[in-house]
């Protein structure tokens, strides 16, 4: 019973560190960001993908051995749903995740990124589209906790 309260807490930690860090990156990013706010952005960057390898290890960790076992998810179409949202997320996390990694030389010689109006733009509907996936999970992972569609 702790176990399965510890991974699930984990699991949990995982899920909130992804919305805060995403949030974080959407509400600092600008079309001239100063250096501060660009090391921020690349810092919570770096979370998101920690965060995010956590959740998808813990959680099919969490599905297998802990709560209703694996056979029960591999059935439910809201699992495989809430997954390929996930999968969507991270796809649309890598070209922000490019630019900003790409800003880590500039940053170390102390310089602020110049963010092309194309940029920002992209940049911007991508990570608020990933937020509006992230909402979407969540609404597929209570369904599938309810076993609707089973």
């Given at each position: 019973m702790?176990?399965?309260?510890?991974?699930a807490?984990l699991?949990?930690i995982?899920a909130?560190?992804?919305?805060a860090?995403?949030?974080?990156?959407?509400?600092?990013?600008?079309?001239?960001?100063?250096?501060?706010?660009a090391?921020?952005?690349?810092?919570?960057?770096?979370?998101y993908?920690?965060?995010?390898?956590?959740?998808?290890?813990v959680g099919f960790v969490?599905?297998?051995?802990f709560?209703k076992?694996?056979?029960?998810?591999?059935?439910?179409?809201f699992?495989?749903?809430?997954?390929?949202?996930?999968?969507l997320?991270g796809l649309?996390s890598?070209?922000?995740?490019?630019r900003?990694?790409?800003?880590?030389?500039?940053?170390k010689a102390?310089q602020?990124p110049?963010?092309?109006?194309?940029?920002?733009?992209?940049?911007s509907?991508?990570?608020a589209?990933q937020m509006?996936?992230?909402?979407l999970?969540?609404?597929?992972?209570?369904?599938?906790?309810?076993?609707?569609?089973?």
């Amino acid at each position: 019973m702790i176990a399965s309260s510890l991974v699930a807490a984990l699991h949990f930690i995982a899920a909130f560190g992804i919305a805060a860090t995403l949030f974080l990156e959407w509400l600092t990013f600008s079309r001239t960001p100063t250096l501060a706010e660009a090391k921020r952005i690349a810092l919570a960057d770096r979370w998101y993908g920690l965060f995010a390898m956590v959740l998808l290890v813990v959680g099919f960790v969490r599905a297998a051995q802990f709560e209703k076992g694996w056979s029960f998810y591999a059935h439910s179409p809201f699992f495989h749903l809430k997954l390929t949202l996930f999968v969507l997320v991270g796809l649309l996390s890598i070209y922000p995740t490019v630019r900003f990694i790409r800003w880590a030389p500039m940053l170390k010689a102390g310089q602020t990124p110049k963010v092309t109006e194309r940029e920002y733009t992209l940049i911007s509907r991508l990570l608020a589209a990933q937020m509006a996936l992230l909402v979407l999970i969540v609404i597929a992972a209570s369904l599938m906790a309810h076993a609707v569609g089973l």
